[in-house]
């Protein structure tokens, strides 16, 4: 029997989750990058073989290993800290898993239903149906939610050097073509080329590491990163602020030595009216008087009483960020009145109440350099970090990762904010409340990481960097509308066939 006759086997649904558990295996903290290209082969092969509701199926099915496995850390978020019952924690894990897997599925129909279509065989169909999917995942639903895109599990792989050139969705498409020119590895043998596109894929990504987009712009900064680690279940309480406060300010204390200190996201568990005359009046003479400069993170109360995550930057040129992008659900609650509702029926009515601070905020300098801000999530939307290019000469992300405990998702995080220091050729300073803080080299690899759940210092030297790669010059655009380009030519072709089979 032949394998694309084997893959209608009942048998294969059942293997299909595992199969998407394989994927999640690629990447970080497991970093199987190798995976992509044993379980992406399997799905698309499917969907070559089976109806489209069959193909939706196992897409599903294969969505929910990979998702359940690779987005498992929300049950911690809701239980151990959004204080949820058990059952209630399972309930929105389990729905949150299925709305993302069911991404997969639709992939699988509509794959199901072109390869139904076609006459003849077709090239670049699956590869490209799946970066479309993922780029509707990962900007426009529900604000967008980019995790696990297969991109990001090539960050040590060969195809990294593609990253400052095509971003996240053109090395996701570089990805997926490998995995399809792979779906049969006996015919591959016989086809020529594909063996020459593999070939050209791979040194094209090795060649591009070689090469540097970017250059130096001044001299060398000296940076430190405080990772507090202040437990989350006492981050808030108010007996342990002025705890908090003595331990970051003592923590810099000790590295007046560093051009920039960096706190993590909402290192100050108070609004800014609350610190800013005492606390943050004090500490901003000190960082003058010792040429330092601190950026710290804290939440910002307007009198019209929005309020917002906040970066400041106190020392010789003061000033503001606040986060743009936020997050669903956790810092607004999207699809209202519903979700509101449901949150408030869950006794989850506590999250989803931040304002966005727009896109048209000027850009914070330290070490007298301009620098690109990100609050968390915000890391991991590539396309809004360029904008902040070529001005700033550095990257800084502040989190708090510590909402998901010791689980898989720090480390994914890390993956993804680096992915943003190769597409933008700068370096990344990631400071964390728990883990991982990190300094990141524009190519990707990591000078100095902070243990996690250890309260930690890190500190080395990065270089202010100028210059556009292009991605940074031209972002996702070329890249989808490339995708969609192949696929109207595919289906013109077939269209063109089927009329020439009826003449």
């Not at 890190?458 to 100028?466: G, Q, S, V, Y």
Request: hydrophobic share 45%; proline share 5%; net charge positive.
């Amino acid at each position: 029997m032949k394998f694309s006759c084997g893959l209608k086997s009942r048998l294969f649904d059942f293997i299909s989750p595992f199969a998407g558990v394989l994927l999640t295996l690629a990447f970080e903290p497991f970093g199987y990058w190798v995976f992509s290209f044993i379980s992406l082969p399997f799905i698309f092969a499917s969907w070559q073989t089976l109806s489209p509701g069959r193909s939706a199926l196992r897409g599903f099915l294969f969505g929910l290993g990979y998702f359940g496995a690779g987005v498992s850390w929300v049950f911690v978020s809701v239980h151990e800290f959004g204080h949820a019952s058990l059952v209630i924690s399972f309930i929105v894990t389990l729905v949150f898993i299925s709305v993302w897997a069911s991404f997969v599925g639709l992939t699988g129909y509509v794959a199901g239903k072109t390869f139904c279509f076609m006459t003849r065989p077709a090239f670049f169909i699956s590869s490209s149906l799946w970066i479309l999917i993922e780029y509707i995942r990962g900007t426009w639903f529900l604000n967008g939610f980019p995790w696990l895109q297969i991109a990001y599990s090539q960050t040590d792989s060969v195809l990294a050097g593609y990253v400052p050139v095509l971003g996240v969705y053109g090395v996701g498409f570089i990805v997926a073509l490998i995995a399809e020119c792979l779906i049969s590895p006996l015919r591959l043998l016989k086809q020529g080329f594909k063996i020459c596109l593999l070939f050209a894929l791979c040194i094209g990504g090795i060649t591009l590491n070689l090469y540097k987009w970017t250059y130096t712009a001044g001299n060398e900064i000296q940076v430190s990163l405080v990772q507090g680690n202040i437990p989350q279940d006492r981050k808030w309480e108010p007996s342990n602020r002025d705890i908090t406060l003595k331990k970051y300010r003592e923590l810099t204390q000790q590295n007046w030595q560093s051009d920039i200190i960096i706190w993590p996201e909402t290192a100050i568990p108070a609004y800014y009216s609350e610190v800013k005359d005492d606390f943050l009046s004090l500490l901003q003479n000190e960082a003058i008087h010792n040429k330092s400069d601190i950026i710290l993170s804290l939440p910002v109360k307007e009198e019209n009483g929005d309020k917002f995550n906040a970066v400041m930057v106190l020392g010789k040129e003061s000033g503001f960020y606040r986060k743009n992008h936020l997050l669903p659900f956790g810092e607004y609650l999207p699809l209202q009145p519903l979700s509101g509702y449901i949150f408030d029926r869950l006794n989850l009515s506590g999250l989803g109440r931040l304002t966005s601070g727009g896109n048209q905020q000027l850009m914070l300098k330290a070490a007298g350099y301009s620098f690109m801000t990100s609050i968390c999530y915000e890391d991991t939307f590539g396309n809004e970090q360029r904008k902040g290019l070529p001005d700033a000469a550095f990257l800084v992300n502040v989190t708090n990762d510590a909402w998901f405990g010791n689980s898989i998702e720090p480390h994914q995080h890390l993956q993804i904010a680096r992915m943003r220091a190769m597409e933008a050729g700068r370096y990344l300073l990631r400071a964390t409340n728990t883990g991982v803080s990190a300094i990141v080299k524009p190519n990707g690899q990591i000078i100095a990481t902070a243990p996690q759940f250890e309260t930690a210092v890190i500190t080395a030297k990065i270089l202010p960097m100028a210059g556009m790669t292009p991605y940074a010059r031209l972002g996702d655009v070329p890249i989808i509308i490339g995708i969609l380009l192949t696929l109207m030519i595919n289906f013109w072709r077939n269209t063109k066939n089927k009329s020439h089979l009826v003449s």
